[in-house]
């Protein structure tokens, strides 16, 4: 069984930054690949960011270029530096862990308001 934690979420204004951390307990964390979702009120759960055990990334094409996904293997922590915030990136964030199954933390609130 593998929990997953997420933190660092809040309020920011425009143009300001987050930084999100996903932190993994019960398995080999390495393993997995990780990938960060958020879900705005009455949208679906979309793809932001993933990244392989070994590092390799892709990004949805409206955070490219101002969201950083990378993991600390050691730690057992993924992050998502989220720089250049717009309010269209408000939504609850969440982190998926998945090898032979799925899992999901339970979510982190990024409310980007002036």
């Known amino acids: 069984q593998v929990q997953l934690v997420e933190s660092g979420g809040g309020l920011v204004q425009p143009g300001g930054s987050l930084r999100l951390s996903c932190a993994a307990s019960?398995?080999?964390?390495?393993?997995?690949?990780i990938t960060w979702y958020h879900q705005a009120p009455g949208k679906e759960r979309e793809l932001v960011a993933r990244?392989?055990?070994?590092?390799?990334?892709n990004y949805a094409d409206a955070v490219k270029g101002r969201f950083t996904i990378s993991r600390d293997n050691a730690k057992n922590t993924a992050y998502l530096q989220m720089n250049s915030l717009k309010p269209e990136d408000t939504a609850v964030y969440y982190c998926?862990?998945?090898?032979?199954?799925?899992?999901w933390g339970q979510g982190t609130q990024v409310t980007v308001s002036s």
């Open positions: 019960g398995s080999i964390f390495s393993i997995f690949v």
């Open positions: 998926n862990a998945l090898s032979v199954r799925a899992y």
């Open positions: 990244i392989t055990g070994v590092g390799n990334t």
